[in-house]
Structures are given as C-alpha cells and as structure tokens.
C-alpha cells in the first residue's frame, strides 16, 4: 500500500521540520515544505496531496486561511490547521474554508496521527456519499415517470425533468415550496376532495392517487389525468425523512378506457 502523501505549509522552519520528521515517522510521505500560500497552490496543482496541514498564520501576500479557500474553492483535498492561535475571530474566518479539524501548537505526535487518519476516512467516505448521490440523481433524472421528493414538512427537495415539464414549474422555483404549490391535484368527481399527498403518505405510508381520480393542474392551468404512488423516505432508524411521489400522465390510458367503454356499448 502507497503511502499517503501530506504537503506542509508552514513558515516557521524549524516547527516545519518537527512536523515532517514527525510524519514521516508515522508513516506518511512528506514530498513537499512550503512556506508560503502561493507556492503551495503550485505544488497542490502538481502533486495533489492526500492531505494539507496549514498553519493559519502564513507570512507573505495569503495567510492560511486564504490559501485554504483557494484549496477549497478549486481541489478535493482535506486541509487541516495547525495554529498557535485560538482567537474567535480567527477561528470564525477558517469555518468558511471547511477545515477538517484544528490541531493547536504545541501538538502531541498521536493527537495529530488520529486527526491526519480521521481527516482521510471522512474524506474518502464524504467522496462515496457525494458519488451515490450523482448516481442516485442520474437515475432519477432519466426515469420515464415524473418524480418529486419532499422534507417531512412537504417543502419540495428535488424534481426530474419530467416533474418540470407536467407541473411546469421549474426546480429552482420550485425548491423548497410547499408540495401542493407545485403539485396541484384534484379530484374528477366534484364531490370528493384530495388530501394532501404528503400528509396521507405520512399517515398511511403510502399514497395513491388513482383511487380519487386524480388530475394535475400545472402552473399554467392545464389539466392532465395522472396516476400517482406516494411513498416515506426513512432513515436507518425507521424516522420520517420526507416522501416521494412518482406519477405519470394517463391521458392515453383514459383515451384507450374511453373507446373501449364505447365499443361496449355499441
């Protein structure tokens, strides 16, 4: 197994060699000491580190913390600070850069092997996560049915295209609405009204719509027959997440319904 390789930015020579030969007694690879933001950015941009450990407090034209949000802002690589200062001020300005964690000066060798070792796991797992949720989203993107999801509060979370284009509203003013703003239902028969999806699917734990009939009214007042299934989102605990609702235009069906009845009765 290849080490992992940690790039040091740090402007005080003599902690900056501590902290090497502490590395690399550990385990690690040191291939680079910068002193400096900018020449970090440039090794960054050559080596790709497993890992930056940043002293907040650089001389030169970027300090610590600017240069870590330039880490931030253009790489996918962990930062985690090594400070002598514990100022709130401080520290507020860091929070923006997400830093993994704050090692203060003067650290203890295991306290920084646990930090540089919990830095990589979150790392590689925030990685996994972030990689199930592209493919989750492709998928829902290409279904053949419009699907929405909400919050247990019913506020809207996401929408396929196919969601976009039956309801006409788009996701991003739709995001975060109430699901009945955006997904107007209704029932055919004039004496019966349709509940809630949400508060339904919550109730039940499960919704569906065909039972009343049910027709969408899309944000320009069109009006489509839709067979529609609600169901719970649930954490590992068996909580309420939120619901999702897949439905899909049953214009034709009814058409086919339509013409079928009639030959019958002819």
């Given at each position: 197994?290849?080490?992992?390789?940690?790039?040091?930015?740090?402007?005080?020579?003599?902690?900056?060699?501590?902290?090497?030969?502490?590395?690399?007694?550990?385990?690690?690879?040191?291939?680079?000491?910068?002193?400096?933001?900018?020449?970090?950015?440039?090794k960054?941009?050559?080596?790709?580190?497993?890992?930056?450990?940043?002293?907040?407090?650089?001389?030169?034209?970027?300090?610590?913390?600017?240069?870590?949000?330039?880490?931030?802002?253009?790489?996918d690589i962990p930062i985690l600070y090594i400070t002598s200062y514990s100022d709130e001020h401080i520290?507020?300005?860091?929070?923006?850069?997400?830093?993994?964690?704050y090692i203060i000066k003067p650290f203890r060798e295991r306290e920084l092997h646990i930090n540089i070792e919990i830095a990589i796991y979150k790392h590689q797992m925030e990685n996994?996560?972030?990689?199930?949720?592209?493919?989750?989203?492709?998928?829902?993107?290409?279904?053949g049915e419009a699907v929405i999801s909400t919050d247990k509060d019913?506020?809207?979370?996401?929408?396929?295209?196919?969601?976009e284009a039956m309801t006409g509203w788009k996701f991003d003013e739709a995001f975060a609405?109430?699901?009945?703003?955006?997904?107007?239902?209704?029932s055919e028969k004039p004496d019966i009204k349709v509940e809630n999806p949400v508060t339904r699917a919550i109730r039940e734990g499960i919704y569906y719509g065909l039972a009343e009939h049910t027709v969408l009214i899309s944000k320009e007042g069109m009006k489509v027959p839709v067979d529609v299934i609600g169901s719970l989102i649930k954490d590992n605990f068996g909580n309420i997440m939120g619901t999702v609702m897949?439905?899909?235009?049953?214009?034709?069906?009814?058409?086919?319904?339509?013409?079928?009845k009639k030959t019958n009765i002819e």
């Amino acid at each position: 197994m290849s080490k992992k390789q940690i790039l040091i930015v740090e402007d005080e020579s003599i902690v900056a060699e501590d902290l090497r030969e502490t590395l690399i007694s550990l385990g690690y690879a040191v291939p680079s000491v910068e002193s400096s933001g900018e020449k970090a950015i440039e090794k960054i941009e050559g080596m790709r580190p497993d890992v930056v450990l940043m002293d907040i407090m650089l001389q030169g034209a970027m300090d610590g913390i600017e240069t870590a949000k330039e880490v931030h802002d253009r790489f996918d690589i962990p930062i985690l600070y090594i400070t002598s200062y514990s100022d709130e001020h401080i520290l507020e300005r860091a929070k923006i850069t997400e830093p993994y964690c704050y090692i203060i000066k003067p650290f203890r060798e295991r306290e920084l092997h646990i930090n540089i070792e919990i830095a990589i796991y979150k790392h590689q797992m925030e990685n996994k996560l972030k990689e199930s949720e592209h493919w989750l989203s492709s998928t829902i993107k290409s279904l053949g049915e419009a699907v929405i999801s909400t919050d247990k509060d019913g506020l809207i979370k996401t929408m396929n295209p196919f969601a976009e284009a039956m309801t006409g509203w788009k996701f991003d003013e739709a995001f975060a609405k109430p699901i009945s703003t955006v997904f107007n239902i209704i029932s055919e028969k004039p004496d019966i009204k349709v509940e809630n999806p949400v508060t339904r699917a919550i109730r039940e734990g499960i919704y569906y719509g065909l039972a009343e009939h049910t027709v969408l009214i899309s944000k320009e007042g069109m009006k489509v027959p839709v067979d529609v299934i609600g169901s719970l989102i649930k954490d590992n605990f068996g909580n309420i997440m939120g619901t999702v609702m897949i439905f899909e235009d049953i214009i034709e069906r009814k058409r086919l319904e339509e013409r079928i009845k009639k030959t019958n009765i002819e």
